[in-house]
């Protein structure tokens, strides 16, 4: 009898633990719900991908001592200006320094309002949730915030409706 009630509440436990995690969890890995995004900076209380939320963003992580991120930002930022772009383009720059970036907002004519810096102490927790240590990347978020595509090419942003 002891271990038939015992074994009921183990099993009962299982599924209880398992039914809390049915959920996809938040993940920056390809069709993973997108990590948050905190910047540690005030943009009137929400995140760029909050301010975003129901859209199609192409987030993209760069910095200044990254040139090929650099370029890809600057290549994104281009294509974000054309007629007929379904998404929104939020640039994340990694830089320490604030005037870093903002020189680099000028020089390479960037939409500055699709431009964000991070904080020193933001930076950590954006580099481990979104898997940066190893380069940055942008990543295709569809309405639903679900990651769809990771340095997506023209032809991907120009088929999205």
Known sequence: MNKAILTFAILGLLILFSSAYYSTPADSRLGFKA???????SN????????????????????SDDAISRLNNRHYDRLSRMDGVNYTHVSVN????ISVFNNIVAIDNLNRSAQYSSTVDAQT???????????????LLDADGKIIAIDPNEKMLASLK
Do not use: A, C
């Not at 939320?53 to 993209?60: D, P, S």
């Open 44 to 63: 009137n209380g929400l995140s760029p991908l909050q301010q975003h939320r129901g859209e199609n963003v192409l987030l993209t992580f760069w910095s």
């Open 35 to 41: 990590p948050s995004l905190v910047l540690g900076n």
């Open 125 to 139: 927790v954006i580099s481990k949730s979104w898997r940066l240590d190893e380069g940055y990347h942008s990543f």
């Open 94 to 97: 990694m830089d320490r320094s």
